[in-house]
Each structure stands twice: as structure tokens, then as C-alpha cells.
């Protein structure tokens, strides 16, 4: 497996970790963008496996929302460039699960480099409202595990 030695002290179990050469050719069709290849922790194993294992229509229990409020003019910009440098700095935050039929157990990290999604959205209505509804339209955004956000 590849294994960045940045991510050592996350992932000590990943220098035992191995993948055979088709195992790592599918991973890298599907993520061209794959950076490293690392066992899951048991914690990503055991919430992973309860996401997959709900049906379609169930809500899942971790996925979790968290609202901020900010106040003033917002420099979208420059909140993109933020969000950019944080995952590019955490590695796992670019973790997607493997597929289970390629690397059952194995999380995939993604470069750095890829593209943040800042969606603006257009609300109307009182801040409750809108609050709701921002809230209810993410609820309903299905959640592929192995593609991430």
C-alpha cells in the first residue's frame, strides 16, 4: 500500500497494510486523484458499516449538521481558500471509504488539490425559515460514502 509517513501517527496499522497490484489499479481507475491507500480505524469501520447498512429512505444518525453564524459582509473568496487549506491539510478529511468488492476495510485519501464545492444558495423567508429549509434540503442530499462531499 502506499502510506504517506505524515499520517503514520493516524494510521499506525497502515504499514501492514497491502493491497495486490489489481486491487491498487482499480482504486486508482476509480480515484485518479488517489493520494494514499490506509486501513480503516475501527471507529470509520463500525460507523461506515452502520451508514452502509441503512436503507435508502432511513436518516442516518451520523450525519451530523452543524450551523454557523457570521456576521458582516462574507469574503467568499477568501472562506473557499480556507476550506481549501484545511482539507489540504488534513488528510482526513479527503477520506472516502474503498469500494468493499475492490478494499473492504480500507479508506481512500484523495489529493489535496481537489476543487472545494462552495454552493451559494438563494433562501427566502424569515431567518427561521430559512434556517429550516437549508436544513431540510442538506438532510435530503444523499451521502456516497465513497465519493465523499
Do not use: C
Request: avoid cysteine; aromatic fraction near 6%.
Amino acid at each position: 500500500a502506499l502510506v504517506a509517513a505524515h499520517e503514520a501517527a493516524l494510521y499506525p496499522e497502515a504499514a501492514s497494510a497491502t493491497l495486490s497490484p489489481t486491487q491498487l489499479d482499480e482504486l486508482v481507475q476509480l480515484y485518479p486523484d488517489l493520494e494514499d491507500v490506509v486501513p480503516l480505524t475501527p471507529l470509520q469501520d463500525g460507523l461506515a458499516f452502520e451508514s452502509i447498512a441503512l436503507s435508502e429512505d432511513a436518516l442516518d444518525p451520523y450525519h451530523v449538521q452543524m450551523v454557523f453564524t457570521f456576521e458582516g459582509q462574507l469574503d467568499l473568496p477568501a472562506m473557499e481558500r480556507a476550506w481549501a487549506q484545511l482539507i489540504a491539510r488534513h488528510a482526513v478529511l479527503r477520506l472516502v471509504l474503498a469500494p468493499a468488492s475492490i478494499a473492504a476495510g480500507m479508506g481512500v485519501i484523495r489529493s489535496g488539490k481537489a476543487a472545494v464545492d462552495g454552493t451559494i444558495i438563494e433562501l427566502t423567508g424569515t431567518k427561521a425559515q430559512r434556517l429550516a429549509q437549508l436544513k431540510a434540503d442538506d438532510l435530503a442530499q444523499p451521502f456516497n460514502l465513497e465519493q465523499g462531499p
